[in-house]
Nanobody
């Protein structure tokens, strides 16, 4: 059973930084595409950043240049370093593990990030 455990959410002032962490178990972490999504109430869940098994990264335009996604395959850990946070970054953030070849798509429980002006 795939399990994704997230930590690091919280409240910060605009311009500050936070690092989100996601630890995976029950899956071969190194083979998965790992991603961070975020969601506002009543809105769809949007991709923030993703990283392939080979380390290729992709970012949404809204966070490019401010956020850094990274993975540590030895520790089955995914992080998202969020710098220069803006009020509009406020959302619930979710960790996602996806492997199309074996057919699974798994989500963490989500955690709140609140950025105040």
């Amino acid at each position: 059973q795939v399990q994704l455990v997230e930590s690091g959410g919280g409240s910060v002032q605009a311009g500050g930084s936070l690092t989100l962490s996601c630890t995976s178990s029950g899956t071969r972490f190194s083979l998965n595409v790992m991603s961070w999504y975020r969601q506002l109430p009543g809105k769809q869940r949007d991709l923030v950043a993703s990283i392939s098994p080979g380390g290729n990264t992709k970012y949404s335009d809204a966070v490019k240049g401010r956020f850094i996604i990274a993975r540590n395959n030895a520790l089955s850990n995914l992080t998202l370093r969020m710098n220069d946070l803006k009020v509009e970054d406020t959302a619930v953030y979710y960790c996602n593990a996806n492997n199309q070849f074996v057919g699974f798509d798994s989500w963490g429980q989500g955690m709140q990030v609140t950025v105040s002006a």
